[in-house]
């Protein structure tokens, strides 16, 4: 197969997180009974007159902040025209030609080299309701009618699917973090379509363009875009050309599958809408949204490493909002950092999810977790220690100095005491001194053993480990 330049351009289309719909009272939810938050509105009844969300454009605006775009002070909102069972007024209301936010950019890495991916625009629109097809039939749930939605376009400024990917998993980590979006793909909050095509040479006008739609999850993105550059190679290596089209990814196939040709552009007469006044974005109003932005994963990764936290920790955390936004109370304090992250990442996380609970659903207040980083840092409790009392910890409201004495802890932190059992130690076992001279990985993991069972568990196992090497050398 010969060697093709692809182009890639990804839409996304956001569902935000309001307590109502755009341009009525309904309730903004998800997962309950079909048509049970409509009213006349979402309905398309006749008459009825749209009133525009203030906390919509709210968080367009943090939304257009965080992706680096400019925010147009002026704008309306247009009518979208188009004849469908999923839009009973027969248009949709969407900002065609003001869109709230453009010339934006996601800098994203992929192959340890950074790159940015140039946004398009990003706009306002109202979500149509949920089709859902039993065998001849089409049921349609109004609740998803006249959710607010923005749509954030790239420009074609991607080559492969692993781009695509890399930017879907940023944005959504931004929007997530913003508290813009739960960006659930699963329920259909975040949505993507990309548009691909392929061309012999940069000089060369781009190649004919295929939309997938509605891909299922961030990776089928990644097969979908691969595949189709794969198809559209083999159709010019065959001397053979196709049509602008729409497509699907199809799990079960793993492979894009035609929906429909577009034979003609499609004309929805967009006009300004008439029931609703343009919207000035004053300076005071953008400053006040944008200092509702909290802080945000780069943000975060950048102060975590510099206290300390190694890179692998860093990400991990930001991975889990709850924890990232729990060890963020922590970095006025004067703890260790490492020694923190370690923690919650370790047997913490292993807690909460045997018992598919967040941290703030524990009794682990910033004291008491300040508490027992500095018991561990001062060789008070070791990592076995952690692990016994780590529910009682949890779970009750006691100090981990009340904690540590009720459980009888007692370690051994003298350098000196345990210095002298291990030269003991050594001095019983010539055959394993000899085994790890030799090079023998095992000799000094037995040394341990007897070190721990001499003092019955209670040497401090990272003291003693340093001290049998050291004394070993």
């Known amino acids: 197969m010969s060697e093709y330049i692809p182009t890639i351009g990804v839409e996304v289309h956001l569902e935000l997180k309001t307590n109502t719909k755009i341009f009525s009272d309904s309730i903004n939810g998800y997962g309950e009974m079909a048509n049970s938050l409509t009213n006349v509105i979402d309905l398309g009844y006749p008459g009825t ?9 709210n968080l367009a605006i943090r939304a257009a902040t965080v992706l680096n775009c400019k925010i147009r002070k002026t704008m309306h909102f247009d009518r979208k025209n188009y004849f469908y069972p999923d839009i009973p007024k027969n248009y949709q209301i969407t900002q065609a030609r003001t869109p709230i936010g453009y010339d934006g950019y996601v800098e994203i890495e992929v192959g340890g080299e950074k790159k940015k991916v140039f946004i398009e625009e990003m706009h306002i629109e109202e ?33 492969s699917g692993e781009e695509a990917k890399a930017y879907l998993e940023k944005l959504k980590e931004i929007m997530y973090y913003c508290d813009i979006s739960d960006c659930k793909i699963e329920e259909g909050s975040m949505r993507a379509d990309t548009n691909v ?19 299922g999850s961030i990776s089928n ?31 079960k196939l793993q492979d894009t599958v035609l929906m429909r040709i577009k034979e003609t552009g499609n004309d929805y007469r ?36 510099e206290k300390g936290v190694s890179e692998l920790n860093a990400k991990k955390l930001i991975q889990n909002r709850s924890l990232s936004d729990y060890f963020n109370t922590l970095l006025e304090e004067s703890i260790n950092f490492k020694i ?6 370790g047997d913490i996380s292993a807690y909460l999810n045997k018992y598919e609970k967040t941290i703030s659903e524990t009794t682990l207040t910033q004291e008491r977790f300040i508490e027992l980083v500095k018991s561990y840092e001062d060789n008070i409790i070791t990592s076995k220690n952690l692990k016994d009392i780590l529910e009682i910890v949890l779970e009750s409201d006691k100090s981990i100095k009340e904690i540590i004495k009720e459980q009888g802890i007692e370690n051994i932190s003298d350098d000196k005491e345990i210095r002298q059992l291990i030269k003991r130690i050594i001095e019983e076992n010539k055959e394993s001194v000899e085994d790890y001279k030799a090079g023998h990985d095992r ?30 050398k």
């Open 49 to 57: 007159l749209p009133t525009l969300n203030e906390e919509v454009i």
């Open 340 to 345: 923190a992250s370690n923690m919650l990442l």
């Open 270 to 305: 967009y006009f300004p809408e008439p029931d609703i006044p343009y919207v000035i974005l004053t300076d005071e109003i953008i400053e006040e949204a944008r200092k509702k932005i909290p802080m945000l994963p780069d943000e975060r990764k950048k102060i975590y490493v």
């Open 443 to 472: 000799a000094i993991k037995y040394l341990m053993g007897q070190v721990m069972k001499e003092t019955k568990g209670k040497a401090n196992p990272r003291i003693a480990n340093e001290i049998l090497v050291s004394e070993l």
């Open 221 to 251: 993105v990644g097969k979908a875009i691969e595949k189709e550059i794969e198809r559209q190679a083999k159709l010019y290596d065959n001397n053979e050309t196709f049509k602008p089209q729409t497509r699907r990814f199809d799990d």
């Open 127 to 159: 979500d149509t309701c949920k089709s859902a097809h039993r065998g001849t039939k089409t049921l349609l749930d109004f609740n998803r009618a006249g959710v607010p939605l923005i749509e954030i376009v790239t420009k074609p400024c991607m080559k």
């Open 197 to 215: 095509s392929i061309r012999k040479n940069e000089s060369d006008p781009f190649g004919t363009k295929a939309e997938i739609k509605n891909i």
